[in-house]
């Protein structure tokens, strides 16, 4: 199967690649594109992106909550599924705020959700689990039914004090990303 992975930043696709080269012999083919940060990023990224059986987007997230109360599945570096997006502080075209966009679970990791917005946000009234992003709701109204979404844990909110992102993600690897992939079926 070809599988076409969609990540937002240059660090995630420089840690995909890493993880495609760590595995000796791969099931799938992979072709990993960098999409740039954002809305319209992934809105130009789906409708130019090369064919495939498959499309994921891979990406960083930062989760609401402490990492200490969280269950030991959402701890920084651990993954998980997209299955719920909305859209906050945004008016006008084709991705106003609105409707709840749903998916069907592919995966046996958490589903969780995900709130997508370019505003500053407060976590002070956003449930704790909410996964939050800038491209999950785009992605949500173009994909196809067999394509999902995998966020990999990279900090917690609100911030106690203020961090250095690229720091933060520096230990993380997304081989636990290609377990996942590679144990895919063939879609009918």
Same mark, same amino acid.
Not at 1 to 13: H, R, S, V
Not at 15 to 28: C, Q, V
């Given at each position: 199967?070809?599988?076409?992975?969609?990540?937002?930043?240059? @660090? &995630?696709?420089? !840690?995909? #690649?890493? %993880?495609?080269?760590?595995?000796? *012999? =791969?099931?799938?083919?992979?072709?990993?594109?960098?999409?740039?940060?954002?809305?319209?990023?992934?809105?130009?990224?789906?409708?130019?992106?090369?064919?495939?059986?498959?499309?994921?987007?891979?990406?960083?997230?930062?989760?609401?909550?402490?990492?200490?109360?969280?269950? @030991? &599945?959402?701890? !920084?570096? #651990?993954? %998980?599924?997209?299955?719920?997006? *909305? =859209?906050?502080?945004?008016?006008?075209?084709?991705?106003?705020?609105?409707?709840?966009?749903?998916?069907?679970?592919?995966?046996?990791?958490?589903?969780?959700?995900?709130?997508?917005?370019?505003?500053?946000?407060?976590?002070?009234?956003?449930?704790?689990?909410?996964?939050?992003?800038?491209?999950?709701?785009?992605?949500?109204?173009?994909?196809?039914?067999?394509?999902?979404?995998?966020?990999?844990?990279?900090?917690?909110?609100?911030?106690?004090?203020?961090?250095?992102?690229?720091?933060?993600?520096?230990?993380?690897?997304?081989?636990?990303?290609?377990?996942?992939?590679?144990?895919?079926?063939?879609?009918?």
């Amino acid at each position: 199967m070809k599988i076409n992975l969609l990540t937002p930043m240059t @660090a &995630e696709k420089e !840690k995909l #690649e890493e %993880a495609l080269h760590s595995f000796g *012999s =791969l099931r799938h083919s992979y072709e990993v594109t960098k999409s740039g940060i954002g809305r319209e990023n992934t809105a130009k990224a789906m409708l130019n992106k090369p064919k495939s059986d498959l499309c994921v987007l891979v990406g960083f997230a930062a989760i609401v909550g402490q990492e200490r109360t969280l269950p @030991a &599945e959402l701890r !920084k570096g #651990e993954l %998980a599924e997209v299955t719920a997006s *909305s =859209l906050f502080g945004y008016r006008g075209e084709i991705f106003e705020n609105g409707k709840l966009r749903l998916a069907q679970p592919k995966t046996q990791l958490p589903h969780l959700p995900s709130l997508t917005s370019d505003k500053f946000i407060t976590a002070t009234d956003i449930p704790v689990g909410t996964l939050i992003s800038m491209e999950d709701y785009t992605f949500m109204c173009l994909k196809r039914e067999q394509d999902f979404i995998l966020r990999v844990i990279s900090d917690f909110l609100p911030h106690r004090e203020e961090i250095d992102f690229f720091e933060e993600i520096k230990s993380i690897r997304f081989n636990k990303v290609m377990e996942v992939l590679e144990k895919i079926q063939q879609f009918s």
